[in-house]
């Protein structure tokens, strides 16, 4: 079936450490691929996303490139900063089925 | 747009007690999903409606748990009789197709006492 894998958490850095979190996905078919951040007391917003292989999505500096031979979509930030600490759920979909997510990481940046 | 509105925003309730959560989606928006969040499941995908139809309701937990979408602006999500173990943040979300973005409404925390 449709699935997608992440790293699990927390993720714990110090400001202006560089971040990855890694999601793999199976799929069949060609998805779409999402990153997803819920900050705490919200519902999740959509942080960046790519429709197909060699694409990059980006956005408030973070970054992910939907790379097919390796079924991933990594996501990195070169920077972090406090107020990134969220949790952060990589998900995919496909034209035949509902939005698959991950189970989300924790990311915690300290000052 | 005001985006996906849900209410209440907390919901407090016995043990028993019957409990209605109401989601208001994106107006042109063709699918609606409910999510249940807790800290030892994650985020679960109760059921989801394409034009105010049940696709998958799969995710359901049990038969206390009943959704209805009765038009394209309206869906309700009922716990009767609730549990304690329901405790969890309850989400809707709605999209205009399959692989678009999801977007989420605040969300419902309910506590069931």
């Known amino acids: 079936g449709n699935s997608v894998t992440q790293m699990e958490g927390p993720v714990t850095l110090s400001e202006e450490a560089f971040l990855t979190i890694n999601c793999t996905y199976t799929?069949?078919?060609?998805?779409?691929l999402f990153w997803y951040v819920q900050y705490p007391g919200e519902g999740l917003q959509l942080l960046l996303k790519?429709?197909?292989?060699?694409d990059k999505g980006s956005n408030k500096g973070f970054e992910a490139t939907y790379r097919k031979e390796t079924t991933s979509f990594h996501l990195e930030k070169g920077s972090v900063q406090v107020s990134d600490s969220a949790v952060y759920f990589c998900?995919?979909?496909?034209?035949?089925?509902?939005?698959?997510f991950g189970t989300g990481t924790r990311l915690q940046v300290f000052p | 747009d005001a985006g996906v509105i849900q209410s209440p925003r907390h919901e407090v309730t016995e043990m028993g007690q019957e409990v209605t959560l109401r989601c208001k989606p994106i107006?042109?928006?063709?699918?609606l999903f409910w999510y249940r969040q807790t800290m030892m499941r994650g985020l679960e995908l109760l059921i989801y409606?394409?034009?105010?139809?049940?696709?998958?309701d799969s995710g359901m937990p049990e038969d206390r748990f009943s959704a209805k979408m009765p038009n394209a602006s309206f869906s309700t999500l009922k716990i009767q009789p609730s549990e304690p173990r329901d405790s969890a943040v309850y989400f809707c979300?709605?999209?205009?197709?399959?692989?678009?973005?999801?977007?989420f409404g605040q969300g419902t925390r309910l506590t069931v006492v």
């Open positions: 979300a709605s999209t205009f197709g399959l692989r678009t973005e999801a977007f």
């Open positions: 799929a069949t078919g060609y998805p779409s």
């Open positions: 790519a429709t197909k292989a060699d």
């Open positions: 998900a995919l979909s496909l034209n035949t089925d509902k939005l698959i």
């Open positions: 107006s042109g928006h063709d699918y």
């Open positions: 409606f394409n034009n105010n139809v049940p696709i998958d």
